[in-house]
């Protein structure tokens, strides 16, 4: 079953809580909530009492895609903040302080990930998938919407379908970045099953029309 996660840093700041509960309505599966910190990418967005406001209106899980370094240091913070999804990125610290943070989030009941930028290779996942209940292939480099689709990053997702088959079929397989109606398609023929679309969702004139395209 494909699921569609609309990413907020594209929605109406202004008007959060109406953007995010008229989700469910257009066939949205997740919330998805993107964590910045002008470290790990040159932008910064927002953090943990915007996550945990957003948590209490939230009427889907919240996907929380942390793009900061050292992520350790926040996990048990954004768990309790009401992640139900909480995402770090391999590049962001070293092996074992990953694998610990992994283990946490999962001790906190919330479902534990890990993301790859477009130039990390596939294999840097291995060490984690088992520890692992989705896996993110950003399809832009991480810090901005709005961008194009990187298609050179397809082989990789195609590739993670295969380990995630092999080894620990329940994980989910999420992309995120220049996903429209195209190269949704181009996804889930690579074995994506989690579609995150950011400015394609926000700006689409009928987004429940749009739900059922990238699904269909
Ligand atoms: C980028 C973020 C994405 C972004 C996607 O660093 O992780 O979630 O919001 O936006 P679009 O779909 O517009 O590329
Ligand atoms: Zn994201």
Redesign the pocket.
């Known amino acids: 079953m494909i699921k569609v996660a609309p990413?907020i840093?594209?929605a109406d700041f202004v008007n959060l809580e109406r953007d995010i509960r008229s989700l469910p309505a257009a066939g949205a599966d997740y919330v998805?909530v993107?964590v910045?910190d002008g470290m790990f990418?040159p932008?910064i967005t927002i953090g943990i009492p915007v996550v945990a406001a957003i948590s209490r209106i939230a009427p889907l899980p919240l996907d929380v895609?942390l793009?900061i370094e050292r992520p350790i240091r926040y996990v048990d913070a954004f768990c309790k903040a009401g992640s139900s999804i909480l995402t770090l990125h391999v590049e962001a610290d070293t092996q074992e302080n990953t694998l610990e943070a992994l283990r946490r989030i999962r001790e906190n009941g919330v479902r534990a990930a890990i993301s790859v930028k477009p130039n990390t290779p596939a294999e840097a996942v291995l060490p984690f998938l088992p520890l692992c209940d989705l896996i993110l292939v950003?399809t832009?480099?991480?810090?901005?919407?709005?961008?194009s689709?990187l298609h050179s990053t397809m082989p990789k997702l195609h590739q993670l379908r295969q380990w995630i088959d092999e080894q620990n079929p329940a994980c989910e397989l999420e992309v995120?970045?220049?996903?429209n109606v195209e190269t949704a398609k181009i996804c889930r023929d690579n074995g994506a099953n989690v579609l995150?679309?950011?400015?394609?969702?926000f700006k689409a004139a009928d987004p429940a029309a749009f739900v059922r395209a990238v699904k269909a």
Do not use: R
């Open positions: 990413s840093l594209s998805h993107d910045m990418v932008n895609h793009m950003m832009v480099e991480p810090g901005f919407g709005g961008q689709f995120d970045g220049g996903v995150v679309a950011g400015s394609a969702y």
